[in-house]
């Protein structure tokens, strides 16, 4: 597609239902990477995928987070068991490759607003 | 770690310049990066550096010294639509792959 696409863009959860949050990035980008932003912070790095695999998963904050990439496209960040620390907005992001040295901006999805009640 | 450290907030003036400075850690530099993000949207990409020097784009610019540590982003002419927060990214290692954020400087341009 034109840009990178995240659904849904709000999502309240109860305290221990598990969510996925999807990620469809710009076409032929073949890295994706998953952050998080609570309010007022900086961008706190979870995992990224080169094609289908993921090289960097040192983000991820326990083991109820979890992410899949499949196909070198669509991705999904699946918590397990949310807990209200969980809350924050979760932003994609994709860039032609990530590896070298050249210019590999990202270009990010409008993210998902997550509130855990 | 790899400390990123940019002013927490700044305040500027309509048709003045303002520098935004990052400092991070050097081992491992592989290139820097300035995103924008305005309140309530997602960054998007402004300039890219991995080698010392001035990168010039219109109205920004970002400079980078990298035995120093150091780059920061200056923005000429501000408007006010210029007010929002800068991010400094720094990625570090070839074949890491991702960018570590600074927290962010918070940037409010006033008539």
């Known amino acids: 597609g034109a840009g990178v696409s995240q659904s849904p863009s709000n999502k309240v959860t109860e305290k221990g239902k598990d969510v996925e949050l999807r990620c469809d990035p710009i076409?032929?980008?073949?890295?994706l990477y998953w952050y998080r932003q609570s309010l007022g912070q900086g961008l706190e790095f979870l995992i990224y995928?080169?094609?289908?695999?993921?090289?960097?998963k040192s983000g991820l904050p326990s083991d109820r987070f979890s992410a899949e990439r499949t196909g070198g496209s669509v991705s999904t960040l699946t918590i397990q068991r949310t807990q209200q620390e969980d809350s924050a907005v979760y932003l994609c992001?994709?860039?032609?490759?990530?590896?070298?040295?050249?210019?590999?901006?990202?270009?990010f999805g409008s993210g998902t607003r997550l509130t855990v009640v | 770690g790899q400390n990123i450290d940019q002013p927490t907030e700044m305040t500027a003036t309509e048709g003045a310049i303002v520098q935004i400075n990052c400092t991070y850690q050097t081992s491992g530099f592989n290139g820097l990066f300035w995103y924008q993000q305005h309140a309530g949207e997602a960054p998007t990409f402004l300039s890219y550096?991995?080698?010392?020097g001035l990168e010039e784009k219109g109205r920004f610019s970002s400079f980078l010294s990298r035995s120093k540590g150091y780059s920061y982003l200056l923005l000429k002419e501000l408007q006010m639509k210029d007010s929002a927060s800068y991010l400094c990214?720094?990625?570090?290692?070839?074949?890491?792959?991702?960018?570590?954020f600074g927290d962010g400087t918070t940037l409010t341009v006033k008539p």
């Open positions: 076409s032929g980008h073949t890295a």
């Open positions: 995928f080169q094609g289908n695999s993921a090289p960097d």
């Open positions: 992001a994709s860039s032609l490759a990530a590896q070298g040295l050249a210019n590999y901006g990202y270009t």
């Open positions: 550096n991995v080698l010392d």
């Open positions: 990214a720094v990625r570090y290692n070839t074949n890491a792959g991702k960018s570590t």
